[in-house]
Structure formats: structure tokens, C-alpha cells
């Protein structure tokens, strides 16, 4: 008998490794394009993936582990903004926030100006490849509110793409929040 639970746990163990491996990646990256911020990404994913193994067996058996995964990264994205937003109104006084460039070229220039809902859906959609189902996980939404948001960002995107003077030439220009500064 402990061997089959021995054996179990193993099984279990490799199955997280396999998931890890295909998943992180795709999970940083969009975490980064999402936030803008490197550190923040790898926190928001290495502590997505603490609390996946926490619950491996739990979430090994749901439809989309990588879904939930996301969602959970999102999650505390959307804490850390939360709690950034109440440390600035405690503050006094701010220095203003350092440029960071462009993590996608160009083309980022663009998407940074989409509202946060769309970007992030680009984001999964495009950069982790996530289906639609998945990515309603992830961002807590329906699956229509999903495919609603990529076909507004795609409207948005056409239109930013027919007018190349809507946004900066220099990517580089784009600021954490997806504004820009001139």
C-alpha cells in the first residue's frame, strides 16, 4: 500500500514538472506584457505556480490547470495594482514612475494602448495562446465577454494600424501604464 501512494506522489510530481516546463514561459511573458514589469511577471508567475503544487492534485484534475494558473497570476497582478494604488494615496510624495521599453518592439507601442481588459486578452490570446475558454478563466469573465473584448481590440488595432499617427514611432516611449509621453 505504500508503495502505490509512493508511487501516486511520483506520478503526481512528474505530471507538475511536465506542466511547469510547457507552461512558465508563456506565463511570464504575459505576465510581462500584461503589467509592463519584469519583476512583477516573474513574482506574479512564480507565485502562480507555488500555489499550482500546493494544489497540484486539485488542479491537475480541472479542465484548463493552465487557465486556473493564469487566473491566479492575474489575481495577483491585480492585488500588487490594488496595493500600489494605496501606498501612492498614502504617500506624500511620488517620484514619477521610470520608462521602461517596449517589451514587444513596435507592435507593443500599439497594444499598450489598448484599455487594460483588451491588452490583457491580446495578451493571453496571442502571446500564451490560450483558447478563449482558457482565457475566461484566467481573467474571471464569461467566454463572450471574452470573444466581445478581442473583437473590440482587433477594431482598435485595425484602426491604429489604418492611422500611424495615432501612436509614437519610438517605441520606446511607452510608459508601465500603457500611456505614452512625448
Keep these: 500500500m505504500d508503495e502505490d501512494l509512493v508511487d501516486l506522489e511520483l506520478d503526481r510530481h512528474l505530471g507538475f514538472e511536465a506542466f511547469y ?9 504575459s505576465m510581462l506584457l500584461v503589467t509592463g514589469d519584469a519583476e512583477l511577471a516573474r513574482e506574479a508567475t512564480d507565485e502562480a505556480f507555488a500555489r499550482a503544487v500546493g494544489a497540484w492534485g486539485r488542479v491537475s484534475e480541472m479542465a484548463s490547470p493552465a487557465g486556473w494558473t493564469y487566473r491566479v497570476a492575474l489575481n495577483v497582478v491585480r492585488r500588487r495594482a490594488r496595493r500600489a494604488g494605496l501606498e501612492r494615496r498614502l504617500l506624500s510624495r511620488q517620484a514619477p514612475p521610470p520608462d521602461v521599453p517596449a517589451p514587444a518592439g ?15 486578452a491580446v495578451v493571453l490570446r496571442y502571446v500564451a495562446d490560450l483558447t478563449e ?8 469573465v464569461s467566454r463572450s465577454t471574452v470573444s466581445s473584448t478581442l473583437a473590440d481590440a482587433s477594431a482598435a488595432l485595425r484602426r491604429a494600424l489604418d492611422d ?3 501612436h509614437p514611432a519610438d517605441p520606446e516611449a511607452v510608459t508601465p501604464g500603457g500611456g505614452t509621453h512625448g
Excluded: K, S
Design 164 to 166: 500611424p499617427h495615432e
Design 21 to 29: 516546463r510547457e507552461t512558465h514561459g508563456g506565463l511570464v511573458t
Design 133 to 140: 475558454p482558457q482565457i475566461a478563466q484566467a481573467m474571471g
Design 106 to 120: 513596435e507592435a507593443w507601442a500599439i497594444v499598450a494602448d489598448l484599455p487594460p481588459r483588451q491588452r490583457t
